[in-house]
């Protein structure tokens, strides 16, 4: 299998921007190396680092327990009724469907429901403002994140992503050629990435450690390697980054996301 370096870049960059974004994401190597060690390999969604992932990851506790409960019930009821000799009344028979068939299951899902409602506002953070927004371009088989914003003006990073501490990141997702899945698994959840449209997905990475970030829909031979590092400075140190990396960058000309990649 070929590595990504040998892949041909997409149509609407020329030579200038391939070497552009290798710059850039040296220098933001070099300018990260001063902020310490801030990436982490681990992409368990049960280690959230953000509210979002942490109501994800509750919510699938609450249904791991659940369904536990439901398993040992079912297993006690198949022991007793293969090891209890009983002839059940037609009345029984009914009484048992109705709770087992309707009311349990029914009160199961209500506090899915429920427990689902009460983490909504963590995992989309819709009433957070005046969001850090960045601009994900993913193509066959690379990310791109451009920072909006007038102190970061100009910063275009390939394949690492690098965020604040405890302040809402709002990610403007278009898709260059195909459909692509935007996931930091502790951080939140999935969103697709759909040519021709734009989606949004808002994160919060409330620890350093947020891991890797990757694409979750297949997109190609080489989907497995399209991942991402993700960098998690403090408040004061990210704006430094902002303006340090500004100042450093270079003007990288813009993908067009209506054209694909050739052969």
């Not at 819709?126 to 601009?135: G, R």
Request: aromatic fraction near 8%; charge should be positive.
């Amino acid at each position: 299998m070929s590595t990504r370096r040998e892949t041909s870049p997409p149509v609407a960059f020329d030579s200038s921007a391939a070497n552009c974004m290798e710059t850039m994401r040296g220098r933001a190597a070099v300018l990260l190396a001063g902020y310490g060690p801030v990436c982490s390999a681990h992409q368990s969604v049960l280690q959230p680092s953000g509210p979002a992932a942490a109501g994800i990851a509750d919510l699938w506790w609450w249904m791991f327990f659940g369904a536990l409960a439901v398993f040992a019930a079912m297993l006690f009821l198949l022991a007793r009724a293969l090891t209890v000799s009983r002839n059940y009344s037609e009345r029984d028979i009914r009484v048992l469907i109705v709770v087992a068939g309707a009311i349990v299951p029914a009160l199961l899902l209500g506090a899915m429901v429920a427990v689902g409602l009460t983490r909504q506002r963590n995992i989309t953070l819709l009433e957070e403002e005046k969001p850090v927004v960045v601009e994900v371009l993913a193509r066959q088989w690379s990310w791109q994140f451009c920072y909006q914003g007038e102190d970061a003006r100009g910063i275009v990073l390939e394949d690492v992503l690098v965020i604040p501490r405890t302040r809402v990141v709002e990610f403007h997702l278009r898709s260059a050629d195909v459909i692509h899945s935007f996931w930091i698994p502790r951080l939140g959840g999935k969103m697709d990435l759909i040519p021709g449209r734009t989606n949004r997905l808002r994160l919060r990475a409330d620890q350093q450690q947020a891991g890797w970030g990757q694409c979750a829909e297949f997109c190609g031979r080489e989907h497995a390697r399209m991942r991402f590092a993700v960098h998690v400075l403090e408040p004061e140190a990210f704006d430094s980054w902002l303006l340090e990396t500004a100042r450093a960058s270079i003007a990288c000309p813009q993908p067009d996301p209506t054209m694909r990649r050739t052969a």
